[in-house]
């Protein structure tokens, strides 16, 4: 069973940035999709970005278009999430996933259901 492990989330004001990581255990980056789903206190976890299992196509959000990037590193076996521009509302926990390995090479998943590991999430605080 593959592992989740991210890093990267924290404190940082409006308009700042900030990178976070997500290398998983266990299993190859380029053996699946992988993705970034982010839950605010009080709502339902939602979707943020993902990478389609051939490394080329990417899908976000409409909330989070233009500002952050999804990205990975086959070398290090790891995913990142670059967030630019950020603002209060993109405070979350953020939670890494690895989609289900049998979706086609280009398909990219944007439903929590497409995607069967997760990790333990990081912390994302926007201070205006």
């Known amino acids: 069973q593959a592992q989740l492990v991210e890093s990267g989330g924290g404190l940082v004001q409006a308009g700042g940035s900030l990178r976070l990581s997500c290398a998983p255990s266990?299993?190859?980056?380029?053996?699946?999709?992988m993705g970034w789903f982010r839950q605010a206190a009080g709502k339902e976890r939602e979707f943020v970005a993902a990478?389609?299992?051939?490394?080329?196509?990417?899908s976000y959000a409409d909330s989070v278009k233009g500002r952050f990037t999804i990205s990975r590193d086959n070398a290090r076996n790891t995913v990142y999430l670059q967030m630019n521009s950020l603002k209060p509302e993109d405070t979350a926990v953020y939670y890494c996933?690895?989609?289900?390995?049998?979706?086609?090479?280009?398909?990219?998943?944007?439903?929590?259901?497409?995607?069967?590991?997760w990790g333990q999430g990081t912390q994302v605080t926007v201070s205006s």
């Open positions: 990478l389609g299992k051939s490394g080329d196509g990417t």
């Open positions: 996933a690895l989609a289900r390995p049998y979706y086609s090479f280009y398909y990219i998943p944007r439903l929590s259901g497409e995607y069967d590991t």
């Open positions: 266990g299993r190859s980056i380029s053996s699946s999709a």
